[in-house]
């Protein structure tokens, strides 16, 4: 009797980018409803989050840790002002630079909002033993760097172009 073979699984580049691109909205979709309820967005979350935990910041320094653009950054950080929750205030060295602070009130609602956030993303990521976790770890950032790299050279070529 002849063993059917099982079909191997698609590893190709497309392929591994739409998997990636579904399970990032699925973790996104749950990073989201776990903020949802303190009338966050997810940038503004980010915004306080890098403050809570790497204490005041320059506007353009948080802008490239949570991915947002100048335009966005500045959009962000007027709201979370308005809010009462962060301040600026000139930077001591270049007073042309701000410097992002968290109040007192923001600082008391990022730290409640990110107790809950790190239980929400532990349990997205409980499916996976520790030996998983460091693998996609790994494999993630090795991903980001080649994709960094290429984008870096890409850009490199076209400026090259133009000169």
Request: charged share 25%; net charge positive; glycine share 6%.
């Amino acid at each position: 009797m002849k063993r059917r073979s099982q079909p191997r699984p698609d590893v190709s580049g497309v392929h591994l980018w739409l998997l990636l691109w579904k399970a990032s909205k699925a973790v996104e979709a749950h990073a989201w409803s776990s903020v949802e309820g303190t009338g966050l967005g997810l940038s503004d979350f980010a915004v306080l989050e890098v403050l809570l935990h790497k204490g005041p910041q320059p506007v353009n320094v948080i802008a490239k840790k949570v991915l947002l653009s100048s335009g966005s950054m500045t959009t962000a950080v007027d709201r979370l002002e308005r809010s009462g929750l962060v301040e600026r205030t000139a930077a001591p060295t270049d007073r042309r630079a701000r410097i992002v602070h968290l109040t007192k009130e923001g600082s008391n609602l990022i730290r409640k909002t990110f107790a809950q956030h790190e239980l929400d993303m532990e349990c997205v990521f409980s499916h996976l033993d520790a030996s998983e976790r460091n693998a996609l770890g790994g494999l993630l950032r090795k991903l980001g760097h080649q994709a960094e790299e290429m984008k870096a050279e890409a850009n490199k070529s076209v400026e090259n172009k133009y000169k």
